[in-house]
C-alpha cells in the first residue's frame, strides 16, 4: 500500500502537467488566445498549490495553475491559472473559486459528509471554482479577472453581505469554547458572526467582564422585504440602530449556547426575552452594546449553586449528629427489646409449657371419664333408668287420680 502512495505521488503531477503541456504547445501555434483564459486567483498564503495544480469545474478537470508569486506588500499570494475553452465561458463575475484540495469533512445536523474532487486533487492538491446558486445567468468574466481564493467551499458560498454594524456584547461568565468566527444566531439563521473576544476589569470593584465584538448583517433581518430575490432597500445606520434598540427594549438579549456537546463549541444566540429586565441602549455610542443573559449552562451553574447554599444553610452536620443519636438510642431499644425476648424464653415459656401440659392432662383425664364403658358413663345410664322408672310411676299415679279423684279422701278401695 504504501508503494502505492509514492507511485501516485509521482505519476500524478505528472498527468497533471500534460494539459500543461497541451496549452504550451498550443500557445506555441498561436493558438493560445483560443485554447485559453487567464485569470487570477488572490489568497492569503499559498497552501498546497504550485504551478500544475489542476482546476475543476463541478469534478471536471478544466484548467491549471500556471504561476504563483508574492504580493508585492507581502501580505498575499497570486495564482495565475488558466481555463480551457469552452469552459471559461463557467467564469461570470459571480462565480466562486475555492481550495479543493485533499478531503474535506463536515459533521452537521444531517450527519458526515465527506467531499473530494478527484484522487489527483487528494494527492497533488486542486482549486474548484461554481457560480452562486439562484443568481441570474451573467456575462463570462473578461480575460485576467481577479477572484479571491476561499479556504473551502463553505467560505466560498457564503451568502454576500454588503452591509454590516457592529456591536458589543458583554458576558460575565466564563467564554469558553466561543472562537473567533462563532455564528451571531437568531431562531436558527445566521445573522453574523463573532469577531473578537476580550477580557476587562473594573478598577472600582475588581470583577472581570468578557467583552465579545460582533458583526451584524442587518439585511438577513430584512428577509421578508425579499421580493423576486432582490435584495432588500438599503437603509441608513440611524434607521438601522434604531431598529435594534425598538428590539432590545422588547427583550432582545445575547445568549452563549451550546453549539456542539462533543466539542464544547459555543455560539452567540440572540432571542425575545420578554421577562428580561427593561434595558435602554445608546445607539449614538460607536460601538453599541447588546444587553445579555446568563447561557443555559450558567443557568444549570447558579442552580446546582444554589441548592448547595440551600444544603449548606440545612446544617448537615447538626443533623448527623442528632440522626447518630436517634440511631443510637434505636439501637439501645432494639437490645432491650432483645433481652426481654430472652427472659420471656427463659422465664414465662416454661411456665406457659408446664400449664399446656397439665391442660392436656385434664382433657385427657375429662376424655377417659367420658369414655364409652367408662363407670361414670355406667352408673350414669343406670340413674337415667331409674329415674324413667319413677317417672312411669308418677304418669299412672296421676292417670289413676284422674280417674278416680275421690280415692284422695275414701283411699283406694279393696280388691
Known amino acids: 500500500m504504501k508503494h502505492l502512495f509514492v507511485s501516485l505521488a509521482l505519476v500524478l503531477p505528472l498527468v497533471a502537467h500534460a494539459g500543461f503541456d497541451d496549452a504550451v504547445q498550443a500557445y506555441g501555434t498561436g493558438d493560445y488566445a483560443k485554447a485559453l483564459a487567464e485569470f487570477r486567483l488572490l489568497a492569503d498564503d499559498q497552501g498546497s498549490h504550485d504551478i500544475g495544480t489542476p482546476i475543476y469545474y463541478r469534478r471536471v478537470q478544466v484548467g491549471q495553475v500556471v504561476e504563483t508569486s508574492l504580493d508585492k506588500d507581502g501580505k498575499g499570494v497570486s495564482f495565475t491559472i ?18 479543493a484540495s485533499g478531503i474535506d469533512v463536515s459533521l452537521d445536523s444531517s450527519g458526515v459528509q465527506v467531499r473530494t474532487e478527484s484522487l489527483v486533487s487528494i494527492v497533488v492538491g486542486g482549486i474548484a471554482f461554481q457560480s452562486l446558486p439562484d443568481v441570474p445567468p451573467e456575462p463570462p468574466s473578461e480575460a485576467n479577472a481577479v477572484f479571491t481564493l476561499y479556504s473551502d467551499r463553505k467560505e466560498a458560498f457564503k451568502q454576500p453581505d454588503k452591509v454590516v454594524d457592529e456591536y458589543l456584547l458583554v458576558f460575565d461568565g466564563s467564554v469558553r469554547g466561543l472562537s473567533v468566527g462563532a455564528p451571531l444566531d437568531f431562531r436558527g439563521i445566521t445573522i453574523g458572526e463573532v469577531m473578537r473576544i476580550g477580557v476587562s476589569i473594573d478598577p472600582a470593584t475588581l470583577t472581570f467582564h468578557m467583552p465579545v465584538l460582533v458583526k451584524l448583517f442587518p439585511q438577513r433581518l430584512q428577509a421578508r422585504h425579499f421580493i423576486g430575490g432582490m435584495l432588500p432597500p438599503a437603509e441608513s445606520e440611524a434607521v438601522r440602530r434604531g431598529r435594534i434598540r425598538q428590539l432590545v427594549e ?55 449553586t444554589g441548592i448547595v447554599k440551600k444544603l449548606d444553610k440545612l446544617q448537615i452536620e447538626e443533623i448527623g449528629a442528632d440522626l447518630r443519636k436517634a440511631l443510637a438510642s434505636a439501637d439501645e431499644t432494639l437490645k432491650g427489646a432483645d433481652t426481654l425476648l430472652k427472659r420471656l424464653d427463659s422465664d414465662l415459656i416454661p411456665d406457659l409449657r408446664r400449664a399446656l401440659d397439665s391442660a392436656s392432662l385434664t382433657l385427657k383425664n375429662a376424655e377417659n371419664v367420658l369414655a364409652t364403658g367408662s363407670p361414670l358413663q355406667s352408673d350414669l345410664l343406670e340413674t337415667l333408668k331409674e329415674l324413667n322408672r319413677t317417672l312411669t310411676s308418677v304418669r299412672a299415679l296421676a292417670d289413676y287420680l284422674q280417674q278416680h279423684p275421690d280415692s284422695l279422701l275414701r283411699g283406694k278401695p279393696s280388691p
Open 82 to 99: 488558466f481555463i480551457r475553452s469552452p469552459y471559461d465561458k463557467y467564469v461570470t463575475p459571480n462565480t466562486r473559486f475555492w481550495n
Open 250 to 304: 422588547k427583550g432582545l438579549r445575547a445568549q452563549l449556547r451550546s453549539g456542539n456537546l462533543l466539542t464544547g463549541q459555543l455560539y452567540v444566540a440572540l432571542d425575545i426575552f420578554p421577562d428580561a429586565p427593561k434595558v435602554k441602549i445608546d445607539i449614538a455610542r460607536k460601538l453599541p452594546e447588546i444587553p445579555t443573559i446568563p447561557g443555559t449552562f450558567e443557568e444549570l451553574q447558579e442552580t446546582l
